[in-house]
C-alpha cells in the first residue's frame, strides 16, 4: 500500500488548531490488529460508529476497503476506513471515494487528530486517478459527528442514504 506524504503541521494560535504531535497513517499489521480492536469512542458517540472490529471484517470482504491505523507520534490513537472504488478489480468510469468509518479513541478527541487526518485523507483522495467524488454520510443526532464534517467543508448535496445525510467534499479547489 502506499502511504500518504507527510507535511508538517502548521501551528496557529486559535484553539483546536493543527495537532501539536505527528499525526501518521499506518498499515494495519498482525502486531497492532489487536491494539486496533481495542480503541473505543466515548459511549455517547457508540451509536454513531460502528466497532473497529467490525469495520475490520467488512474490509475482509471487500475490494475497495482501504483502511489505516491512526498514530499521534507512536501511539495509537484511531482508525480510519474508505470506500475507494477506484481499488475494484473493474472500477467503474467515475470512481468515488466515501469515508466509511472514522474513530479517534475517546481520550485522545479534541486535539486536532481527525483534522489532521481528514487532511491526509483528502491528499490521497486527490492523489487517485479521476476521483469524480468524495463523500460521507452521518446520523444526524446530537452529538454527531455532522458538525466537525461540515467544518471541514463538507457539504450536503440534498441525499439521504438509509436515515443519514450525505455530504460530499468540493475536489475542485479549496483545503
Same mark, same amino acid.
Given at each position: 500500500?502506499?502511504?500518504?506524504?507527510?507535511?508538517? =503541521?502548521?501551528?496557529? @494560535?486559535?484553539?483546536?488548531?493543527? =495537532?501539536?504531535?505527528?499525526? @501518521?497513517?499506518?498499515?494495519?499489521?498482525?502486531?497492532?490488529?489487536?491494539?486496533?480492536? #481495542?480503541?473505543?469512542?466515548?459511549?455517547?458517540? *457508540?451509536?454513531?460508529?460502528?466497532?473497529?472490529?467490525?469495520?475490520?471484517?467488512?474490509? /475482509?470482504?471487500?475490494?475497495?476497503?482501504?483502511?489505516?491505523?491512526?498514530?499521534?507520534?507512536?501511539?495509537?490513537?484511531?482508525?480510519?476506513?474508505?470506500?475507494?472504488?477506484?481499488? #475494484?478489480? *473493474?472500477?467503474?468510469? *467515475?470512481? #468515488?471515494?466515501?469515508?466509511?468509518? /472514522?474513530?479517534?479513541?475517546?481520550?485522545?478527541?479534541?486535539?486536532?487528530?481527525?483534522?489532521?487526518?481528514?487532511?491526509?485523507?483528502?491528499?490521497?483522495?486527490?492523489?487517485? =486517478?479521476?476521483?469524480?467524488?468524495?463523500?460521507?454520510?452521518?446520523? =444526524? *443526532?446530537?452529538?454527531?459527528?455532522?458538525?466537525?464534517? /461540515?467544518?471541514?467543508?463538507?457539504?450536503?448535496?440534498?441525499?439521504?442514504?438509509?436515515?443519514?445525510?450525505?455530504?460530499?467534499?468540493?475536489?475542485?479547489?479549496?483545503?
Amino acid at each position: 500500500g502506499r502511504e500518504l506524504l507527510h507535511h508538517p =503541521p502548521i501551528h496557529h @494560535t486559535r484553539a483546536a488548531a493543527e =495537532p501539536l504531535m505527528h499525526v @501518521t497513517l499506518r498499515e494495519i499489521t498482525s502486531d497492532t490488529v489487536r491494539a486496533v480492536i #481495542k480503541l473505543s469512542v466515548r459511549p455517547e458517540q *457508540q451509536g454513531f460508529v460502528a466497532p473497529n472490529a467490525v469495520s475490520l471484517s467488512q474490509a /475482509l470482504f471487500s475490494d475497495e476497503a482501504w483502511y489505516r491505523a491512526i498514530y499521534a507520534d507512536d501511539e495509537l490513537v484511531g482508525f480510519v476506513m474508505l470506500a475507494d472504488e477506484s481499488l #475494484k478489480a *473493474q472500477p467503474p468510469a *467515475q470512481p #468515488k471515494i466515501g469515508l466509511w468509518r /472514522l474513530m479517534i479513541d475517546a481520550q485522545h478527541q479534541r486535539m486536532g487528530i481527525g483534522r489532521e487526518v481528514m487532511r491526509q485523507v483528502v491528499a490521497y483522495v486527490r492523489s487517485r =486517478p479521476g476521483i469524480a467524488d468524495f463523500y460521507t454520510s452521518y446520523v =444526524p *443526532q446530537p452529538g454527531g459527528p455532522g458538525p466537525f464534517y /461540515l467544518g471541514l467543508g463538507f457539504e450536503p448535496n440534498g441525499e439521504i442514504d438509509d436515515g443519514e445525510i450525505v455530504l460530499v467534499y468540493p475536489l475542485r479547489g479549496g483545503a
